[in-house]
């Protein structure tokens, strides 16, 4: 996932987003557990895309939105 792409999304949009990664990456814990992961790189990926999803919903909570793309 972009992070342009979630820089257009809503509020409710990013929080949905931060429900879903959650649950997957517990899912996919879970599962690593009990059996080997066809693809354990999911896991990281879960985790990268969770922190870029915070990490936005953070820059809109402190009004960053508008310098956040400028490259600084």
Do not use: C, Y
């Not at 690593?32 to 936005?56: C, D, F, G, S, Y």
């Amino acid at each position: 996932m972009k992070t342009h792409e979630l820089r257009s999304m809503s509020r409710d949009e990013l929080e949905e987003q931060v429900r879903e990664l959650r649950q997957e990456l517990f899912n996919l814990r879970f599962r690593r557990t009990t059996q080997p992961l066809e693809n354990p790189l999911r896991i990281r990926t879960a985790r990268k895309n969770l922190a870029r999803v915070l990490t936005v919903i953070r820059e809109l909570d402190l009004g960053l939105e508008s310098a956040a793309g400028e490259g600084n």
